[in-house]
C-alpha cells in the first residue's frame, strides 16, 4: 500500500495506464477499486483533482512489483 499526493494527474493516469496489472484505489471504507479499467473512476478524480484546486490525495494498492516500481520512479521524478 502506498499513500500518494499527486500533483500532476495527467502524468498519474498515464502511467497507471501502462501498467499490466490493476492499479487499486483503496475508498474511505477499505474498498479496492481498479483505476487501470475504470473510465467513471478516473472521471471522478479529475473532478477531486480541481476541486482541491491542482492536488490529489490517494491511497493505492499495486499488486505487480513491476507497476508498483514504475509508480515510485513516475512519483519520485514528477512530484
Known sequence: MMKLKILNLDGFLETIGRCRGPVYQVGP????????RSASLQDALRARYRRDRGELS????????HDFFRIVAYYAGDC
Request: charged share 20%.
Open 58 to 65: 490517494i491511497t493505492l494498492v499495486v499488486p505487480d512489483g
Open 29 to 36: 471504507d477499505g474498498s479496492w477499486t481498479d483505476l487501470c
